[in-house]
Each structure stands twice: as C-alpha cells, then as structure tokens.
C-alpha cells in the first residue's frame, strides 16, 4: 500500500499534464480540477482531516494572492499602462535602434533584461514583462512567452536577491558560499547554453544562429563568468544582478558592433502595434521608460542591498498561521517592501509624468484585472494543490519513492523530483523548502556530496517552474493568451523535457566535482 500510495502522489500531476498538453484544457479549468482530486486524495488515502485539507487550501489562496498575483499585475498594469501613453511606440522605437534583428532583441530583453527582473524581483516579473515587450514590439505572442520562459529557468536560483538558495541554506545547514558556488558550476553550462536556445526557438531553427553566434556566446559568457565570482566570493544574494547586468553591457556592446549589418528578412523587427501616443504628442525617450527605470532604482533602494531602508520598510509585516495542519508554520506578508508594490508605484509615478490621468490609470487597472481573471484562479487553485500536497504528505511520499526506487543512482534522478516539486508550487523558493532537505540528506545516505545535490535541487526547480502552470498562466496573460496556456506548454515542454535529461546527466555523471568545489 505504501507503494501504492506513493505512485498515487504523481496523479495530480499527470493530470495537470494530460489537461494541458493532450486535451488542451484553459488553465483554470485544468487547475480547478486538479484541486478537486488532491483534495479528494489526501482525505481518503493520506487521512487528512478535513478542517486540515480546507486551511491548507486558504494558505494556498493567501500566498497565491501576495505576494505572488500581486506582483504579476502590477507588472501588467505597468506594460498596459505605457501601451495607453504610448511609451511603448517610444521603447519599440529606442530597441529597433540599437538592433532591428528579432534574435538580438531576444538576446536584451529576454535574457539580460528577464535576468535582471529576475535578480531583484522575482514572482513572474521576469516572464511578464519581457514577454509583454516582446509581443508589444510585434514578436509572436506564443514565442514570446517561450523565450523569457527559457531564459527564466535558471536566473531562478538567485532570484529575489538570492531569496531561493539562502532558503535552502537554512533549510539544509549547508554553508551559504561553497553551495552558491557549486549551484552556478552545475547551471553553468545551462547558463552558456541558454542564449542559443532561445535564439533557436524564437527563430524558428538552429538556422537563426547563422551570423548571431559571436553575440550569442558573449551573452552566455558575460552572464556566468560574473556568476562565478559573485557566488565564489560574496555568495548567492548578488550573483544573478551582477552577472544580468554585466551580459546586458556586454551584449549592447556587441549588438553596436554589428549596427549597419544587413539583417535577412525574416529576422527583422515587425513594426508591431500602431503608435498610441495621440494628443499626448511626442514623448521623450527618458520619460517613456521611466516606469522600468523606476523598477529598478526602487527594487534596488528596497532590497536588502540598501540595509537600513530594507529593514525600515520590512518593519510592516504580519504573520499568521493559516493552516491548522501540524506541519504548518506561520504565513508572513510584507505590506509595503514586495516587488508588487514597489512596481505599483513605479508605474503610477511613471504614468503621471507621462500624462496619463486618474481615470486612464483606473480604466487600465480594471481592464488588467479582467484580463488577469483567469490566471488569478489558475494560481489560487496551483498553490492550493501545493499546500495540501505538502501538509498531507504527499510531496515527502513521492520523494522518498525516487530516493527507495534509485539508491546510488539517485543523483541521476535528482533534478526530476525537485522539477516536480518546482511543477506543482511554481516556485523555486518552495521547491528548496519541499525537498532541499531531503536532497541533501539523500546525498549523505549514499555517501555523494549533501552540497551537490542540493544544487541539483535548484537546477530542477528551475526547469520545473518554466512548465509550471503558474508561470504558463503568468505569460500568457502578459501577451494577451489568456485561456491558451496549451498552446505555451506545448511550445515550451521539448526544451524543458531536453533540458531536464541534460540536467541528470551532467548531476549524475559529475559528482567527483564536487571535492574540488567545496573543499
């Protein structure tokens, strides 16, 4: 029965599957339904009370609505908003003159730009935005989506200022730099690879790569090599900032090299959508990106770069125990220093310098929730399915049923539990929280280095996320395919599939590495 049960653990999941990638189910419906059968499993065969099953799924909900949707409309509002001023025409206008070639935008704004978001924000930001540009600049929706989910897999990790790893740090014991260290060796081919990818598939075939292979590797290059001597000496909380940052100056420079180079036809930037700007006349190229401007100046004031304002700011939070199950801790919300509301005030500060009045920002934010609808309930319902999954049990049983199944060959398969965990919370933060531990003392079972196989817990949850239905709803409702996430999930899933098979091979083929890592 233990078996059994354990294999049962994995029906949520097949069925998220199922319904998304064969039936091609709307997201919510899928989700609603999967939340129906976790229930239904965890009180007939885990014996989960009731009142447990119920409160678990009310933290699901709580923790779904902030920080998590929260952030993800403020970062639509704010595209929406700087389409109705027009700055989007001014932005699409600036982008085209550093570089008309489709796969070098690709290469700006979904790897450096999504990678910087990534680094100090977090929760969607980093598919929503960049993938709302894109589209914006007249890049196929769906396409759209698939490159910043690509470039989204691995920035994960230290996403946040570091939010995940240092997580995992508390939640294993292991010592904060060697394991930083160790988790960016391991993503790091993943890192050099990545813009290639990205550029295969938002071209449509490794024939994109022709005359963009120099730029493309400088992207990769300009990324990890910061990465490494970021996590080596100061550890996780700045590693992907600085190393977004470095590959973005990098990979302008390259894209000024090759201005004035003729770009074939069917790379070229399309004009997009018609210019908005109407009786605002024309706008200044400062003014139309000082929303995005003010992200990153008020992501960084309030992040804990800045300590005194970090620590001000944090000051208001509550914490509340939700769930009444016996493994639930407290749920903490921040009010005030959450990349929602930092971005919220950006784009309303932003949007009153561009002349965009109280009505024209109630009248965007009303049309942002409406078409946030649907993704709001896909998220409710997906971190509901993750609260009870992990309170019942269920997760814990499925990761021990890897770690009896495997013994010594566990690294191998390493990366595929934590893509699982990472599938159903949509989160790398709670991914670590789920199965960091269990990495790490999997690892110390079979004698391979706990440190290792944590980081391989960080390399999965990454690729796990990009197929989340979490992260699915988040890009479609930044590019305007809300109901559609069947459509994202089938473009993503063979990258994220190939991905994941490199991923236990490199884990487990590896590990003599990591002596030499960790000392």
Same mark, same amino acid.
């Given at each position: 029965?233990?078996?059994?049960?354990?294999?049962?653990? +994995?029906?949520?999941?097949v !069925?998220?599957?199922?319904?998304?990638?064969?039936?091609?189910?709307?997201?919510?419906?899928?989700?609603?339904?999967?939340?129906?059968l976790?229930?239904?499993?965890a009180?007939?065969?885990?014996?989960?009370?009731?009142v447990?099953?119920?409160?678990?799924?009310?933290e699901?909900?709580?923790? *779904?609505? !902030?920080?998590?949707?929260?952030?993800?409309?403020?970062?639509?509002?704010?595209?929406?908003?700087?389409?109705?001023?027009?700055?989007?025409?001014?932005?699409?206008?600036?982008?085209?003159?550093?570089?008309?070639?489709?796969?070098?935008?690709?290469?700006l704004?979904?790897?450096?730009?999504?990678?910087?978001?990534?680094g100090?924000?977090?929760?969607?930001?980093?598919?929503?935005?960049?993938?709302?540009?894109?589209?914006?600049?007249?890049?196929?929706?769906?396409?759209?989506c698939l490159?910043?989910?690509?470039?989204?897999?691995?920035?994960?990790?230290?996403?946040?200022?570091g939010?995940?790893?240092?997580?995992?740090?508390?939640?294993?014991?292991?010592d904060?730099?060697?394991?930083?260290?160790? #988790?960016?060796?391991?993503?790091?081919?993943?890192?050099?690879?990545?813009?290639? +990818?990205?550029?295969?598939?938002?071209g449509?075939?490794?024939k *994109?790569?022709?005359?963009v292979?120099?730029?493309t590797?400088?992207?990769?290059?300009?990324?990890?090599?910061?990465?490494?001597?970021?996590?080596?000496?100061l550890?996780?909380?700045?590693?992907?900032?600085v190393g977004?940052?470095?590959s973005?100056?990098?990979?302008l420079?390259?894209?000024?090299?090759?201005?004035?180079k003729?770009?074939?036809?069917?790379?070229?930037?399309?004009?997009?959508?018609?210019?908005? #700007?109407?009786?605002?006349?024309?706008?200044s190229?400062?003014?139309?990106?000082?929303?995005?401007l003010?992200?990153?100046?008020?992501?960084?004031?309030?992040?804990?770069?800045?300590?005194?304002?970090?620590?001000?700011?944090?000051?208001?939070?509550?914490?509340?125990?939700?769930?009444?199950?016996?493994?639930?801790?407290?749920?903490?919300?921040?009010?005030?220093?959450?990349?929602?509301?930092?971005?919220f005030?950006?784009a309303?500060?932003?949007?009153v310098v561009?002349?965009a009045?109280?009505?024209?920002?109630?009248?965007?934010?009303?049309?942002?929730?409406?078409?946030?609808?649907r993704?709001?309930?896909?998220i409710?319902?997906?971190?509901?399915?993750a609260?009870i999954?992990?309170?019942?049990?269920?997760?814990?049983?499925?990761?021990g049923?890897?770690v009896?199944?495997?013994?010594?060959?566990?690294?191998?398969?390493?990366?595929?539990?934590?893509?699982?965990?990472?599938?159903?919370?949509?989160?790398?933060?709670?991914?670590?929280?789920?199965?960091?531990?269990?990495?790490s003392?999997?690892?110390?079972?079979?004698?391979?280095?706990p440190?290792?196989?944590?980081?391989?817990?960080s390399?999965?949850?990454?690729i796990?996320?990009?197929?989340?239905?979490?992260c699915?709803?988040?890009?479609?409702?930044?590019?305007?395919?809300?109901?559609q996430?069947?459509?994202?999930?089938?473009a993503?899933?063979?990258?994220?599939?190939?991905?994941?098979?490199?991923?236990?091979?490199?884990?487990?083929?590896?590990? !003599?590495?990591?002596?030499?890592?960790?000392?």
């Amino acid at each position: 029965m233990p078996l059994l049960m354990s294999i049962l653990t +994995l029906l949520p999941i097949v !069925w998220l599957i199922i319904a998304l990638a064969v039936l091609k189910m709307p997201g919510h419906r899928a989700c609603l339904i999967a939340l129906l059968l976790t229930a239904v499993l965890a009180l007939t065969l885990w014996k989960m009370p009731p009142v447990d099953c119920l409160t678990s799924a009310l933290e699901g909900f709580a923790a *779904a609505l !902030w920080p998590i949707i929260l952030v993800i409309i403020a970062a639509i509002f704010t595209y929406n908003l700087s389409l109705r001023t027009g700055a989007m025409d001014v932005i699409k206008r600036m982008l085209s003159n550093v570089s008309g070639d489709r796969r070098v935008i690709i290469l700006l704004i979904g790897w450096c730009f999504g990678g910087f978001l990534e680094g100090m924000a977090g929760f969607g930001t980093a598919v929503a935005i960049p993938a709302g540009m894109l589209a914006g600049m007249g890049m196929d929706p769906v396409l759209s989506c698939l490159v910043c989910m690509l470039a989204n897999a691995f920035p994960t990790a230290f996403g946040s200022v570091g939010i995940p790893t240092t997580t995992l740090v508390s939640v294993t014991g292991l010592d904060a730099i060697p394991l930083a260290f160790t #988790t960016v060796v391991e993503m790091a081919p993943f890192m050099i690879l990545m813009p290639f +990818l990205m550029v295969i598939a938002g071209g449509g075939g490794v024939k *994109a790569l022709k005359g963009v292979v120099g730029i493309t590797l400088v992207a990769g290059l300009s990324f990890v090599v910061p990465e490494l001597a970021v996590s080596y000496f100061l550890g996780p909380e700045l590693t992907v900032v600085v190393g977004s940052v470095v590959s973005l100056a990098c990979t302008l420079a390259m894209a000024r090299l090759r201005k004035g180079k003729p770009v074939p036809a069917e790379y070229q930037m399309s004009s997009g959508q018609p210019a908005q #700007t109407g009786e605002r006349g024309t706008m200044s190229p400062v003014v139309a990106f000082l929303p995005f401007l003010l992200i990153f100046v008020l992501l960084l004031l309030t992040s804990k770069l800045v300590p005194p304002v970090n620590s001000f700011l944090s000051q208001f939070a509550s914490s509340f125990k939700i769930s009444t199950a016996e493994t639930a801790g407290l749920t903490s919300f921040s009010w005030v220093n959450t990349p929602g509301v930092v971005i919220f005030v950006a784009a309303i500060i932003g949007g009153v310098v561009q002349k965009a009045g109280a009505r024209l920002m109630w009248e965007t934010f009303l049309a942002t929730l409406k078409q946030m609808s649907r993704t709001i309930v896909t998220i409710m319902a997906v971190l509901a399915v993750a609260k009870i999954m992990t309170y019942s049990g269920m997760i814990s049983d499925m990761a021990g049923l890897f770690v009896s199944i495997t013994g010594v060959f566990y690294p191998f398969v390493s990366p595929i539990i934590a893509a699982i965990g990472a599938f159903v919370t949509g989160s790398g933060t709670n991914t670590e929280v789920l199965l960091g531990r269990l990495q790490s003392e999997a690892a110390t079972a079979i004698g391979a280095s706990p440190y290792w196989l944590a980081a391989a817990n960080s390399v999965g949850a990454g690729i796990g996320k990009i197929l989340s239905p979490q992260c699915i709803a988040t890009a479609v409702a930044a590019v305007g395919l809300v109901g559609q996430d069947s459509k994202v999930l089938s473009a993503v899933l063979k990258w994220a599939l190939f991905m994941l098979v490199l991923a236990c091979i490199l884990v487990g083929c590896f590990q !003599w590495l990591a002596p030499y890592l960790v000392g």
